[in-house]
C-alpha cells in the first residue's frame, strides 16, 4: 500500500473532478469559467466603481413631509390673548383631551 501525504491526495481529489484550473482536462461549465476569462489575482478590479447605490424611496421624502406639517406654527386665540403653538402639540393635546373625554377616534 503506497501512501500519500494530505496535499497530494487533495490534487488528486481536485483534478479527479476537473475543478482544478490548472488541470488541461478543466471541465468549463456554470461557476467554472474559461481560465482566460477568470479574474487575474493582483489585477485590477473587474468593477472599479462599486456597487451603484439602490434607487431614493420615497420614506424620506415622507418623514420630511410629515415633519415640516408638524412644526409649522399656528396663532390661536384663548380667550383674549393669542397664543403661537406647533401643531403637533396642538393635536397631541386634542388627542388627549378627547381621550379623557371618552372618545375613541382622534
Known amino acids: 500500500m503506497s501512501e500519500q501525504n494530505p496535499k497530494q ?22 461557476g467554472k469559467p474559461p481560465k482566460e476569462h477568470q479574474w487575474k489575482k493582483g489585477g485590477p ?5 462599486g456597487r451603484p447605490r439602490k434607487d431614493a424611496t420615497l420614506t424620506p421624502d415622507l418623514k420630511k413631509a410629515l415633519a415640516d406639517a408638524l412644526n409649522t406654527r399656528l396663532t390661536i386665540k384663548q380667550g383674549d390673548r393669542r397664543v403661537y403653538s406647533q401643531k403637533q402639540l396642538l393635536v397631541s393635546s386634542s388627542w388627549s383631551i378627547g381621550s379623557l373625554k371618552g372618545r375613541d377616534t382622534p
Not at 9 to 30: F, I, Q, R, W
Not at 45 to 49: G, I, L, Q, R, V
Open 45 to 49: 478590479s473587474p468593477y472599479p466603481k
Open 9 to 30: 491526495k487533495a490534487e488528486d481529489l481536485a483534478s479527479a473532478d476537473g475543478a482544478n484550473p490548472a488541470d488541461p482536462e478543466y471541465k468549463v461549465g456554470p
